[in-house]
């Protein structure tokens, strides 16, 4: 398999470290969409990253349908979203916040860095998405009581949750306050401190 995205985005690296984690072998192409537009357009015409290329030659574009692919190749006792319901749900939904954090993430991002006239009215709504998800976040992670979200066991929830706050925090600093979220604070960092979170992982790189 080929990955294909840098690892400063939240979205490249909840794949790698899936991939990892599976112990599934993959070569990594560490390509921008801006610099490397070209290259990526070859294999994905929305020229977006994740993109995943498949040993048959078949390709995937999207993060969540990744995830589902790499979870039919796992046995269903290491899948990392439960398969029964209601903790199945209930782990969609947290790994659902999560990324949509990290979309208006990189939603301001854009608008604040790109635009010339940048829109306060959408960038002050985007930092309230972003704030407000936080605050369901830190609460609900305040409710658990295992080292994981869902237990002993790291899972999907676990690994986008990081993964966002690392590249929101990166993108936008001072925008997290962590003194005021101890329980996010604290899953992060126990993530963080992981061998597969310090191995996939880059500093943030602006795109220009």
């Given at each position: 398999m080929i990955l294909i995205g840098q690892y400063d985005s939240s979205f490249v690296r909840r794949?790698?470290?899936?991939?990892?984690?599976?112990?599934?072998?993959?070569?990594h192409r560490p390509w921008s969409t801006f610099g490397d537009a070209e290259k990526i357009k070859a294999f994905n015409p929305l020229i977006r990253v994740p993109t995943l290329v498949l040993d048959d030659g078949g390709v995937l574009v999207d993060s969540f349908s990744i995830i589902d692919h790499l979870d039919s190749m796992a046995p269903e006792e290491r899948r990392m979203f439960?398969?029964?319901?209601?903790?199945?749900?209930?782990?969609?939904?947290?790994?659902?916040?999560?990324?949509?954090?990290?979309?208006?993430?990189?939603?301001?991002?854009?608008?604040?860095?790109f635009h010339e006239n940048v829109s306060e009215t959408w960038a002050a709504r985007c930092r309230a998405q972003i704030l407000g998800t936080l605050d369901v976040l830190e609460q609900d992670r305040g409710?658990?009581?295992?080292?994981?979200?869902?237990?002993?066991?790291?899972?999907?929830?676990?690994?986008?949750v990081a993964c966002a706050l690392r590249h929101v925090s990166d993108s936008h600093p001072g925008l997290i306050a962590f003194d005021r979220l101890p329980a996010l604070a604290a899953h992060c960092e126990r993530?963080?401190?992981?061998?597969?979170?310090?191995?996939?992982?880059q500093p943030f790189i602006p795109p220009s």
């Amino acid at each position: 398999m080929i990955l294909i995205g840098q690892y400063d985005s939240s979205f490249v690296r909840r794949i790698g470290i899936v991939l990892r984690l599976y112990q599934i072998p993959f070569e990594h192409r560490p390509w921008s969409t801006f610099g490397d537009a070209e290259k990526i357009k070859a294999f994905n015409p929305l020229i977006r990253v994740p993109t995943l290329v498949l040993d048959d030659g078949g390709v995937l574009v999207d993060s969540f349908s990744i995830i589902d692919h790499l979870d039919s190749m796992a046995p269903e006792e290491r899948r990392m979203f439960p398969v029964d319901e209601p903790a199945r749900r209930q782990a969609l939904r947290i790994a659902g916040l999560a990324t949509g954090l990290a979309d208006k993430g990189v939603a301001l991002f854009y608008e604040t860095r790109f635009h010339e006239n940048v829109s306060e009215t959408w960038a002050a709504r985007c930092r309230a998405q972003i704030l407000g998800t936080l605050d369901v976040l830190e609460q609900d992670r305040g409710r658990q009581t295992g080292p994981c979200w869902f237990g002993d066991r790291i899972g999907h929830a676990d690994i986008a949750v990081a993964c966002a706050l690392r590249h929101v925090s990166d993108s936008h600093p001072g925008l997290i306050a962590f003194d005021r979220l101890p329980a996010l604070a604290a899953h992060c960092e126990r993530l963080e401190a992981m061998p597969v979170f310090q191995e996939i992982q880059q500093p943030f790189i602006p795109p220009s």
